[in-house]
């Protein structure tokens, strides 16, 4: 079966509406692999003294991010957050666009382990981290 293309992955993003008022944009795709990113929007912002952008904004761009690389293995046909965790670092630099890389490290019939880093423009220090269970609607299965 064919991995995920970008097209495919865009489309997949502009059918979730809070992906849309996120603003989150395909970076990369491949096959178990996701790269999404948020631009800094003033309507996102948690702490409007320091400009810094609202956790749970983070906490959807990594959900989103996870669930896209699921959806691109090529077996899947659609999936669900079972459950996430997520550590936060460091606030996010306000101005900053925030990009999240998620990556299935464990598949299992019916659920996909991942793990994914959001980092700012400073990507050498993440913002947050994460790791969830997802689960995988495959190709052909009731």
Do not use: N
Not at 35 to 61: K, Y
Not at 100 to 113: E, G, N, P, S
Request: aromatic fraction near 4%; charged fraction near 20%; hydrophobic fraction near 40%.
């Amino acid at each position: 079966m064919p991995e995920m293309d970008r097209s495919t992955a865009e489309g997949f993003i502009a059918a979730l509406p809070h992906a849309r008022a996120l603003g989150l944009r395909v970076e990369a795709i491949g096959q178990g692999r996701a790269t999404l990113s948020m631009g800094w929007d003033a309507r996102l912002v948690g702490d409007p003294r320091t400009g810094v952008i609202h956790g749970g904004a983070v906490s959807a761009l990594m959900d989103t991010c996870g669930g896209t690389a699921v959806y691109s293995l090529p077996e899947a046909e659609g999936t669900a957050t079972i459950d996430l965790r997520i550590d936060y670092m460091r606030p996010a630099t306000p101005g900053q666009r925030i990009t999240a890389t998620a990556d299935c490290y464990h598949i299992t019939r019916a659920v996909v382990f991942v793990r994914a880093v959001a980092t700012d423009e400073d990507s050498s220090r993440p913002v947050a981290t994460a790791t969830g269970a997802f689960t995988i609607d495959r190709k052909g299965e009731p």
